[in-house]
């Protein structure tokens, strides 16, 4: 006769952990803290690190655009400065891109003032126009870096969003009431059912 005992287990066999896979819990807080100290940081730790390019391919367009219009800026501004200072050294403003041939007597205040007053306004222009958008390029990289920590934000609050099929959206065709008449009109209805 065999006896067997309930509580004796084979030697073959691995005991099976009764633990669950833990869930991953995203604080909207801490995915924003983390943005804020380091731009994709966030992204990451709310595990969408397909926008991780996306961030920096921005910054690096924007800090792009920014030294091209301030390399611009310091170009036209000295070229200005040139042209209206005192010494006949200094032409810089020769050096720009005309579009055709330039002749160095046009910048002669005495000898042709028409055409003096004329290039000293296109390379104020210039001054202008380039330190305009360079400034809006540094505007234009904090107002990213706010994006991308709104980015984070948003997407730590909705990172277990439930989507399903309880929503419903229904389109159908109404008749508004007017003062005195009836006119057609749109009707739409949103239920979430729980």
């Known amino acids: 006769m065999l006896l067997f005992n309930q509580q004796a287990r084979a030697q073959d066999t691995l005991a099976l952990s009764n633990q669950q896979k833990k869930e991953f819990k995203v604080v909207p807080l801490r995915a924003t803290m983390l943005a804020v100290a380091l731009p994709g940081l966030g992204q990451i730790y709310n595990r969408k690190y397909w926008k991780v390019p996306v961030v920096y391919l921005g910054f690096g367009a924007i800090i792009y655009a920014a030294d091209y219009n ?83 934000n948003v997407d730590a609050s909705l990172f277990h969003y439930d989507i399903s099929d309880k929503l419903d959206v229904e389109i159908s065709p109404a008749q508004v009431p007017i003062i005195g008449q009836v006119a057609p009109g749109v009707n739409v209805k949103m239920r979430v059912t729980f």
């Open 70 to 152: 301030g390399s611009r800026y310091n170009t036209f501004l000295k070229a200005y400065q040139d042209l209206t200072d005192a010494f006949k050294e200094t032409d810089s403003y020769l050096d720009l891109n005309w579009q055709g041939e330039v002749d160095p007597l046009d910048f002669d205040q005495n000898l042709r003032p028409s055409k003096y007053a004329w290039y000293k306004d296109r390379i104020l222009r210039q001054v202008d126009y380039y330190r305009k958008y360079r400034d809006l390029s540094y505007i234009g990289i904090a107002a990213w870096y706010l994006v991308t920590i709104l980015d984070a």
